[in-house]
């Protein structure tokens, strides 16, 4: 369910917005996105364990907010 609501709002802020914007879940693996090949994706990158959820992050040039 949440992954529809998040596909969803994806794909409206794919117009308003000129970057690819996505949602990992707590396994690292992208559950939304506004490039929709790279639904299904685990990131690597981001080990949310070791993430200080109150900022955003810049990661190989992806930007990051952990939110619950």
Known sequence: MS???FQGIMHQMRDVINRT???IDS???VISCSD???IGEVNE???LE???TTDCFVK???T???FS
Do not use: E, P, Q
């Open 3 to 5: 992954n529809r609501l």
């Open 21 to 23: 914007i996505g949602v």
């Open 27 to 29: 396994n690292s693996t």
């Open 36 to 38: 929709l090949a790279r």
């Open 45 to 47: 990158v981001v080990k």
């Open 50 to 52: 070791a993430v200080d």
């Open 60 to 62: 190989d040039g992806y």
């Open 64 to 66: 990051y907010k952990v």
